[in-house]
């Protein structure tokens, strides 16, 4: 059984990793400090009820990542315009009427080479950080949260997982031209 | 007969769900005779596994809370643990 240490340390030992979890999911400087501050004050009024099955770090960012999800669960409610939208000119661009691509795919050389390096994700953090936030949203929870279709309709607020594939499919035409742009074509 | 148009959107599906065989099968089909939908799909693996790495290289970065956020955090937890001590 591990125990906690003193609340005054967590600061200094755990502030900046919470902070890069949260800034990664909610791509907002301002917004991830709040997190952080509210997974504090969240831990030491629950300081009672740790266990000690997990580290004081990872029992920390499950507090973080609950906090981020009522967040978001928040934020989506709210939400009264709809996103169908966005991108919905992105297939008319890309294809012609018969559904034929308009636009050269050429492939991107050697990916385990640039999996290796920092560039590629570099560019996709830019090309992610472009999205509207609730693409973005739902890019992270599916691509790095790992959450299931189901969860992430009701997260945010989406009528059917049919109308979420949709809207990943789209938005990964819209990181793939990205990503062509500005990283593949200036190698 | 699968259009490019169908077949992007069923390859990305086929990152998020278990496509049923039947559009499976189609889809391979579609790709053995058109180029850029295999690079398409590819390029999606791609991204994939490039979005899977930014969570670890995020934690390994260098992106810190402002000395104006930590001061407030530090304020507000000694305020919050006050009363428990």
Not at chain 2, 47 to 57: D, V
Request: charged share 30%; glycine share 4%; proline share 3%.
């Amino acid at each position: 059984m591990s125990q906690l240490s003193h609340p005054d340390t967590w600061l200094d030992r755990y502030g900046n990793t919470l902070y890069r979890h949260a800034l990664l999911r909610l791509n907002n400087p301002a917004l991830a400090e709040e997190m952080v501050q509210e997974t504090f004050l969240a831990a030491l009024q629950a300081r009672s009820s740790f266990a000690g099955k997990s580290s004081e770090k990872s029992w920390l960012i499950g507090i973080l990542k609950h906090k981020i999800v009522d967040h978001l669960r928040k934020v989506s409610r709210e939400q009264t315009a709809d996103y169908r939208g966005y991108l919905e000119d992105l297939p008319a661009q890309n294809f012609d009427e018969l559904g034929r691509w308009r636009i050269d795919i050429s492939a991107w050389s050697d990916p385990d080479r640039a999996l290796q390096g920092e560039q590629l994700r570099k560019v996709l953090e830019m090309c992610l950080s472009r999205l509207p936030e609730r693409f973005y949203h739902m890019f992270i929870l599916k691509e790095i949260d790992g959450l299931k279709s189901t969860e992430i309709c009701k997260i945010l607020n989406i009528s059917t997982t049919n109308n979420l594939w949709v809207m990943l499919s789209r938005t990964r035409m819209q990181l793939r031209r990205c990503l062509d742009i500005h990283w593949f074509n200036k190698k | 007969m699968l259009t490019c148009r169908e077949a992007t959107e069923l390859a990305s599906k086929t990152l998020d769900m278990k496509v049923p065989l039947r559009q499976r099968m189609a889809l391979r089909l579609h790709l053995l005779m058109c180029r850029r939908c295999r690079n398409y799909l590819a390029q999606l693996y791609i991204m994939e596994r490039a979005a899977r790495q930014l969570a670890s290289s995020a934690m390994n970065g260098t992106q810190r809370l402002s000395p104006e956020a930590r001061e407030r955090i530090r304020e507000r937890i000694k305020k919050a643990g006050e009363p428990a001590e």
